[in-house]
């Protein structure tokens, strides 16, 4: 039998719970064609939405699906996005229609399982250009509304502001084709999405995603449990959420290891989960020190201060406490923990992105 709880990958259908709302939004939105940009904190289930929602949609849209992660040039974007359109371009001689898509350049196709485009060196410039042009292009070859995600989408901004403003200046005419947008950092997000000066300032409806709400990640853990032949009281997956914090991520990778156990023992009690809890504690331990080893001492003070749950970092009584100087050595040390993805901050306040790291400090630095 397969293990219920599946992490590490976008999850789908009925590994995904909850989301209802956001999931109809999204649909909504695709199908009108308004742009819709999408951001959390890491392992949130960002592009499992997204993916979920583009399942839901088979047959009434073409999704292409961009990957920016480890996107380094724009080269590599242009073969993605080329790569992704002709696996959609239905024609009887792809090799024939070659010219009628790519209009200026000639790129080297392999067709393998994928298709794999490749532009020349020395043509990068009309290359991407040329790619940018494409989702449209498909749209009106097909007549089909085109999705594009790309997702990690942040990554991109680090290949410079020119890229963006290429890409916003071709966007902004695809009438048939709809853009999302999936990025992990917040301030990198809204410094594209939000900032006026930005050529992608005002280009399509924000979407903040939260964690799944109790009530109804407890159904789906609930569920997952009882449906594999794990016995296990509703307050045992009140503790785990507890524990985990709700985090969609950490919850599935925590449920996960806690059903072998179950499916072992076929039933599950307070123990079995405190004793899993700490036993992933202990088997993290060492990328834990590391990251601990790695940080200067104020921004050690500020996440042991999170993680001890103090919220008003800001205060004289707080700086006194952990001994700065001034409130914006707190902040720049903030910044620092939200850069490393160490911190994220929800509703109004910070929290410690990973929950085992939170207890691993508080285990070892004492609550107080
Ligand atoms: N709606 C959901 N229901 C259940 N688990 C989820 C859900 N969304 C995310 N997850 C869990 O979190 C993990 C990370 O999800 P992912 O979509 O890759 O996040 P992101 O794109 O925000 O980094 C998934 O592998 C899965 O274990
Ligand atoms: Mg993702």
Redo the contacts with the bound molecule.
Sequence with gaps: MKNP???????SRE?????EEELERLKIEILSGQNVIIY??????????A?NALLELEGKVIPIWIDCYGVLTKKELAEKIASQVLQHWRTKNLFESIRRIFKTVIPKIKIGEKIEVEFSIGEEERAFEEALKLPQRLAEHSEKRVVVVF?EFQEIAELGEHVLKKMRSEFQWHRDVTYIF?G?RRGMMEKIFHSAQSPFYNFGGHMV?KK?PKERFKA?VSKKFESTGVKINPELIEEILDLTECH??Y???FCHELWYLGKLKGELTLEDVKETFERMIIENEASYVEIWDSLPISQKKVLLAIARGEKDIYSTDFLVKYEFKTASQVQYSIKALRKKELVHRINGSYEISDPFLRHWLLWRFGRE
Excluded: C, H, M, W
Excluded at 15 to 19: E, K, M, Y
């Design positions: 709880f599946v992490y590490g990958e976008p999850v590994n995904f719970a909850d989301r959390s904190p890491r392992r949130f289930g960002k592009s499992s939405l993916y997702d999936i992990s995603l799944i789906f969609p991520y919850t599935q990778k």
